[in-house]
């Protein structure tokens, strides 16, 4: 299972790719206002960025970028996300789980620019981008998990029709909120997460591993003297 980060924080991104290796990048506009730039200067230093480490497709490290949300006609959808597109290789087209959105990721991804269908919210929101060829769907697990909905049927549903039919979209089990939702991905077989950097943090916290390091500290004390 890949691992991607939600944010357009450049530091979060680099550090999560430095420390804990992740396989890409997703980014909606609250992330971007978050990041405190302009959507434009953001863009362009996650691209300044991709650049330096020497990433340079989308199948190396796909960064989602998300059209201007008020868009609600497909011929606009899919001219911004022609210009966004041409900004890195590394960018895919983040559209929403509309049919407008589901029109505009088809054509998108027949003149080959990689899409991912985000804001499903149910199966039936899951199929026809997947039968139309998007790279990935984004299932938003956090958001209904506190709307008090199911999600392991949910997502297990989507990707029990992917494996039916052997689509090859990607689901990225998204707008995660802890470390337990991160293993339910793995579990089902999920292909890629994405959450917050500290959400990840929070994965790799144990109280009895921090219990057990202050009992070998206290050993080493007396075992190892200076
Ligand atoms: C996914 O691609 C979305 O960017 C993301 O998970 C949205 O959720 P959040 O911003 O509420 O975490």
């Known amino acids: 299972m890949k691992f991607f980060l939600d944010s357009a924080k450049l530091d979060e991104i ?3 790719y430095d420390t804990f290796g992740i396989d890409g990048v997703t980014t909606n506009p609250r ?3 978050v990041s405190g730039k302009p959507f434009k200067v953001a863009l362009r230093d996650i691209s300044a960025w991709l ?10 490290f796909p960064v989602s970028v998300e059209i201007n949300p008020h868009l609600a006609d497909t011929a606009d959808m899919v001219r911004e996300g022609r210009i966004y597109s041409a900004l890195n290789p590394c960018f895919v087209i983040k559209l929403p789980a509309t049919e407008q959105g589901i029109a505009a990721s088809r054509q998108l991804e027949r003149d080959g620019i990689r899409t991912n269908v985000t804001l499903v919210f149910s199966p039936s929101q899951a199929l ?3 039968k ?9 697990v956090g958001w209904k998990e506190e709307a008090g909905d199911d999600t392991a049927q949910f997502v297990g ?7 039916n039919y052997d689509f090859k979209t990607q689901v990225i089990v998204a707008a995660l909120r802890n470390a337990k939702q991160i293993v339910d991905a793995a579990r089902m077989g999920a292909h890629i997460v994405t ?5 990840y943090q929070g994965g790799f916290e144990h109280p009895y591993t921090r219990k057990g390091l202050q009992i070998f500290q206290n050993a080493w004390d007396k075992t190892a003297p200076e």
Not at 51 to 58: F, I, M, R, V
Not at 195 to 199: N, Q
């Open 14 to 16: 680099d550090f999560a």
């Open 31 to 33: 992330h971007v206002q």
């Open 51 to 60: 650049k330096d480490h020497a990433l340079t497709s989308y199948a190396q």
């Open 128 to 130: 026809a981008p997947a």
């Open 132 to 140: 139309n060829g998007a790279l990935f769907v984004s299932p938003f």
């Open 157 to 163: 549903d989507i990707l029990k029709i992917y494996r």
């Open 195 to 199: 959450c917050g950097l500290a959400v």
